[in-house]
């Protein structure tokens, strides 16, 4: 069998909201509810939380630890380094990646994405351009060999610190395919990353009461209440430098 690991990227420095990963939904940090969601996936052997060296994420290290999560440290700039630590640390042969502030991350979706990780592809995402998912149900899944040749390859800091624009730019080294829904709710903005998004994502687990919902209750709870979107609406996602 082959061996899948999640690798939850986490760090409490942010620009625009430090530290959000330890904000409180339902009385537990916004990693909690991560990492708890992501172990409803079938199709992962492990969860693990890469954290960076520094002094500041100890709070990230200490809630691993608190929670028994399995757990690595590595580099704050080089993100591709710290999952290829990650990944050898804990014997994955395919990765997911998954970001730290993505409290409604839907284990059915990283299910659907592992499952399109074939013998013949080398990376799966659910949002490549033109994306179909809601912002913050984002998945990449790629084989240990693409990492580690994109670790070979990429000598360009910027791309390197985003971890994965290397594999999918570069389709003629590398074996694409795509995950897509039925449809596009590419306009809901479910991840956290400012203020608003936090107030949004709040008032959706307190609408719920609990963390096993899936995707579609939480729009469901967003279709009914209409106004609660425009709350983080005119928030622009940061985009990844071009190389």
Sequence with gaps: MTRTVAIVQARTGSTRLPGKILLPLLGEPVLVHVVRRLRRARLLDEVVVATTVAAADDAVAELAEANAWPLTRGSEEDLLDRYLDAARAFDAERVVRITSDCPMIDPDLVDDVVRALAPDVDYVSNSLPPRTTPRGLDAEAFTLAALERADRDDHDPASREHATPYLYRHPEVFRLARVDLE???????????????????????????????GWRDVLAVVEANPGWSAVNRHVRQKTVPSS
Excluded: K, M
């Design 183 to 213: 449809r596009d709710w590419s306009e809901h903005r479910w991840t956290l990353d400012t203020p608003e998004d936090y107030e949004l994502i709040r008032r959706i687990y307190d609408a719920l009461g609990r963390d096993d919902f």
